[in-house]
Structures are given as C-alpha cells and as structure tokens.
C-alpha cells in the first residue's frame, strides 16, 4: 500500500520569498514520487519527477524536491517565488504492480505582492 | 503536439440521470487513466486502460460507473444514475506506457454537478 500526506492545505508566501510545500510519503517498494502543480480549471502539469538517480530533482519554472529516504518525505521548493506561481500542487507517489498513481490531498499556493 | 482532449467542460445534472464524459488521449499513448477529483482532494483513479484492456479498476464503483476504450484510442466514462456524491471533476490522462516512472499528461477536466 502506498500514501501520501501534504502537510499544510494552504500556504501563503510574499512574492520574493521562499516557497516550501511539504510531502511524505508511505510506500512498501522503492517509491517513484512526483509534483504536479493545477492552475484554476486546468488538468495538471508535471513539475518533476524521482526516479531513483539523483535525490535531488530539478524541474520545471524553478522548483526542486529532495528525496530524502530516512525521512520518507520529498518537500518542493523554489528560491524566489513568483506571482505566476499561484496554483495548487499535488505529490504523488508510485509504486506497486499496476504502478498506480496516488495523489496526496494538495496545498494551494497563494503568492502576496 | 496536441494534448489530451475532454468533452465536455461542464455538464449540470440531476440526481438519478445519466451522463457521459469523452477523452481523446495523445496520438500514440497506450495507456489511459480516468480519475475523479472530489473538491478539496487528490485525484483518485477510476480505471486504467493498456491499449482496450482494462488494467485496473478496483476503484470504479460498477454499480453505476462503466468505462470503455474501443479501438484503444478514445474513451468514454459513464455514470447511471448519478448521485449528488458523484460530483466532481473527471480528469483523463494518458502515457506512452505502463513504466513507474512514465509521466502521466492530463486533460483540462469535464466539471461534474448534480444537484
């Protein structure tokens, strides 16, 4: 079996600032994990991906995840954020036979000027 | 590269009608997926499709949902008769193939009401 937990379903931050969303993870295989990020009345859009090479994972629009598999977590991070950055992200994790997808419950991101 | 096609965006229903959802995957991706995104939560996965087979459908309740791929490309979701829980946006997804580490590309979503 497999899950995930976002902590923190809202997270504000100024425009400028460190952006910090948080995910762990429970999986009984080696993991695949995964941010996806939805803007409004959009599908989802992959950010990046962990697929067992480096933990430290560079994506898209200048977010990064560390997996860090003491800790069983894979938090998203991005130095400066941007306004353009205001969306809800979603961790997933993959892992098993069928290799499903099981998203955890989001946090939305709200960036202040 | 076109990518994955729904239809259509929005659909208002009572409770106890029917109703369809069409997905359109990306040209050549064998695998597609239906998930359900309650308001407020993850997508969960309905049903996933390997070419016209059906892969996984553990959590589709078969009592009301059906889904089908003929030809292994297009694919429609149905629900009879809905209920007011069956609100929520579907999302349809597709792969090039069934690896851990493929990456799954969603539609834009079919908004679901029933009232």
């Known amino acids: 079996a497999q899950s995930v937990t976002q902590l923190g379903s809202h997270v504000s931050v100024s425009e400028g600032a460190l952006v910090l969303l948080r995910c762990n993870y429970s999986?009984?295989?080696?993991?695949?994990l995964f941010w996806y990020v939805q803007y409004p009345n959009q599908g989802l859009q992959l950010l990046l991906k962990?697929?067992?090479?480096?933990?430290l994972v560079k994506g898209i629009n200048g977010f990064e995840a560390e997996f860090k598999k003491s800790e069983t977590s894979f938090h998203l991070t991005k130095p400066s954020a941007h306004m353009s950055d205001a969306a809800e992200y979603f961790c997933?994790?993959?892992?098993?036979?069928?290799?499903?997808?099981?998203f955890g419950k989001g946090t939305l991101l709200t960036v202040n000027p | 590269e076109a990518g994955v096609a729904q239809s259509p965006r929005y659909k208002i229903i009572e409770k106890r009608q029917s109703v369809a959802f069409w997905c359109n995957p990306i040209?050549?991706?064998?695998?597609l997926y239906w998930y359900q995104q309650i308001l407020g939560q993850g997508p969960k996965l309905l049903i996933q499709?390997?070419?016209?087979?059906?892969?996984?459908d553990s959590q589709l309740p078969k009592d009301r949902f059906s889904a089908e791929r003929l030809k292994g490309v297009d694919s429609t979701l149905k629900i009879q008769p809905a209920k007011l829980e069956d609100s929520a946006v579907y999302l349809c997804?597709?792969?090039?193939?069934?690896?851990?580490?493929?990456?799954?590309?969603f539609g834009p979503g079919t908004r679901l009401l029933v009232l």
């Open positions: 997804a597709s792969s090039s193939g069934t690896g851990q580490v493929e990456t799954q590309y």
């Open positions: 499709f390997q070419n016209n087979g059906v892969v996984d």
């Open positions: 040209s050549g991706h064998a695998t």
């Open positions: 999986s009984s295989v080696p993991p695949y």
């Open positions: 997933a994790v993959s892992g098993g036979s069928n290799y499903k997808l099981t």
């Open positions: 962990y697929t067992s090479a480096a933990t």
